[in-house]
C-alpha cells in the first residue's frame, strides 16, 4: 500500500501507511450507554507554531501496532496514542519544498496495564489501593529521505506513568486515560521539536 503523502497543514489527519490493523473484538455498548460516554476532543497542537520542511512531502508510517488485548490498553484509550502522534504530524509540519519527503515512523504507541499488590487481612478492608498502573511508551523518529535513501533523520522517546485506584468506573478510567495521552503528547512534542532543530536545521525553514 502507498504511503500517505500530506500537501497542505492538516491534510493527513486519520491517514496511516503500510499498515493493516486487525479488528478489535470490544464490547457492544447499547444506544442508552453510547449516548451517556461522554466525547473526547482530538488532541491538537493547531496553537503550535508550524514546523516548515524542505520537503515535498510528509508520510506517517505505523510501525507499532497494538495488540488489542491486555496487558496492552492503548487501544481503549478514547484518543489512541497513535492517532494523536497522527494529528501531531498534521497540525505541525508543513512541507515547503520541491524534492525529498519527510517520513515519521511511530516505533512505539504502547500502554501496558500492570496490576499493583492490594492490602491485605483487615487492614485491607479499610484501605482504597491503586489497583493498577499504566506504562505508557511513546517512539517516534522523523526523517529526511531522499532516492538515495535516508538523508538525516531526529527522533523522541518518552514515557509516563500512572495508577488508579480499584473500583474506578470506566468512565474515570477513560479520563485518566485521555489526560495521559495529553501529557505523553506534550512531552513527545516539546523533545521532537528540540530534537527536530539540533539534528534537521538544515531541512527547516
Not at 484509550?77 to 494529528?87: E, I
Not at 480499584?166 to 485518566?176: D, I, L, Q, T
Amino acid at each position: 500500500m502507498p504511503s500517505p503523502s500530506l500537501s497542505r497543514r492538516g491534510a493527513l489527519r486519520g491517514l496511516v501507511a503500510g499498515v493493516l490493523v486487525p479488528a478489535l473484538a470490544l464490547p457492544v455498548l447499547s444506544p442508552a450507554a453510547r449516548a451517556q460516554e461522554k466525547k473526547y476532543p482530538e488532541i491538537t497542537f493547531v496553537n503550535s507554531p508550524s514546523i516548515a520542511i524542505d520537503v515535498q512531502q510528509v508520510e506517517i508510517t505505523r510501525e507499532y501496532v497494538s495488540r488489542g488485548a491486555k496487558p496492552n490498553v492503548e487501544h481503549l484509550f478514547p484518543v489512541t496514542p497513535n492517532d494523536a502522534v497522527t494529528r501531531w504530524v498534521g497540525d505541525r509540519l508543513v512541507p515547503v519544498g520541491r524534492s525529498r519527503l519527510v517520513r515519521v515512523v511511530v516505533k512505539d504507541a504502547s500502554v501496558v496495564e500492570v496490576p499493583l499488590e492490594k492490602t491485605g487481612g483487615i487492614k485491607g478492608w479499610f484501605t482504597t489501593d491503586q489497583a493498577e498502573r499504566y506504562d505508557a511508551t511513546m517512539e517516534v523518529v522523523v526523517e529526511i529521505r531522499s532516492d538515495v535513501g535516508r538523508d538525516a533523520y531526529a527522533s523522541a522517546r518518552v514515557k509516563r506513568s500512572q495508577t488508579i485506584e480499584e473500583g474506578a468506573s470506566p468512565a474515570k478510567r477513560r479520563e485518566v486515560w485521555y489526560a495521559m495521552t495529553e501529557r505523553l503528547m506534550a512531552d513527545l512534542d516539546k523533545e521532537l521539536e528540540r530534537s527536530m532543530r539540533q539534528y534537521l536545521s538544515p531541512y527547516l525553514r
